[in-house]
């Protein structure tokens, strides 16, 4: 007796407090899938860069042995400079003299990306003016950039995604549910096959050092807005048409982050996933609902009835072919 008691109080304890729950098991496997990325990036990239850096200290021993009048500190003295001006995207090498980093076209690359927080890091303000003014022109560029976007695709997915499911769902008599479940991942593969595998193909072609799996995760982490910055086209050598390169580039950033986003949205509107979502939101509170109930009731009789009567002579004067009689018209009719 007891044991049913205290399992049904758990039970509603549990049924009271369903949204906490599902919170916290949501902020504990997030943790908990944080680490394990940890886990997995540090196993496999640390015996990498452990390799790396023997090769390094290698060539540099090599290298001090084989020229004796340089000193250590003067060879780190000049790395150093190096390496500092290597992150601001310029490059001591012969083979990269030519590339400019702050033409026109590689000046509106940097402000694509910088717009949509992609970000690669390869190129950045060198001067004080540039880095100020990079601040004023995201802090208004990338709101504006949001309400750009979510317009764009707010036009977009009523003709791609919601009339479709509409059409099949009236017109055909299939199940709403199982229509959109569809659509969507039929729309799923054909933004990866348009924007990540054939994109990723021609990438492969285009770049020298690419192959097949370096360009599918470039397009992978330029749409995901991550922008790691390790993989930047039309940097290589004698690239050719670098101009229209660059261009074509900027436009597959924009187009690809629209079908990303029209992607995501259609798979946000799927009826399980709503389901899912509502599981961590807060729910309200039944007393504020009370209190609105109790304001709602406490509305006086004549205040009702003036909003009744406002909205009856609403209606009378947009229904057409009706015209407003006047009071006086009214008392000579009731006269005669």
Request: hydrophobic letters at 45%.
């Amino acid at each position: 007796m007891l044991q049913s008691l205290a399992s049904s109080s758990c039970v509603r304890l549990v049924e009271q407090h369903r949204s906490a729950w599902c919170f916290a098991l949501l902020v504990l496997g997030y943790l908990l899938y944080l680490v394990f990325g940890a886990v997995v990036f540090s196993s496999v990239e640390l015996p990498y860069e452990d390799l790396l850096r023997q090769e390094l200290g290698k060539l540099k021993q090599r290298f001090l042995n084989e020229h004796e009048c340089l000193s250590e500190s003067q060879l780190e003295q000049f790395l150093m400079r190096v390496l500092e001006a290597s992150n601001y995207g310029v490059s001591v090498l012969s083979n990269a003299s030519g590339n400019w980093n702050w033409d026109f076209t590689s000046s509106l690359f940097f402000a694509s990306t910088v717009l949509s927080t992609t970000g690669y890091g390869h190129t950045v303000p060198l001067s004080d003016g540039g880095k100020a003014f990079c601040i004023i022109y995201s802090v208004i560029g990338i709101p504006f950039t949001l309400l750009f976007l979510t317009a764009v695709v707010q036009r977009i997915i009523v003709y791609v995604t919601r009339r479709p499911v509409l059409y099949f769902h009236i017109r055909w008599g299939f199940s709403k549910q199982i229509v959109a479940i569809i659509h969507a991942i039929i729309l799923g593969f054909i933004t990866v096959s348009c924007f990540f595998l054939i994109p990723a193909a021609i990438f492969s072609v285009l770049e020298d050092d690419w192959n097949f799996l370096e360009s599918f995760y470039f397009c992978f982490i330029s749409l995901s807005t991550i922008g790691l910055g390790d993989y930047v086209p039309g940097e290589g050598y004698n690239q050719k048409f670098r101009e229209l390169y660059k261009i074509g580039i900027t436009c597959y950033l924009l187009l690809g982050l629209i079908a990303m986003l029209v992607v995501l949205e259609t798979f946000c509107e799927l009826h399980e996933l709503k389901k899912f979502r509502k599981l961590f939101y807060v729910k309200k509170d039944k007393e504020e609902d009370q209190v609105h109930i109790m304001e709602h009731d406490q509305l006086s009789f004549s205040s009702i009835s003036d909003q009744a009567a406002s909205m009856k002579d609403d209606q009378k004067a947009n229904e057409p072919f009706v015209t407003s009689q006047s009071p006086t018209s009214n008392d000579s009719s009731l006269n005669n």
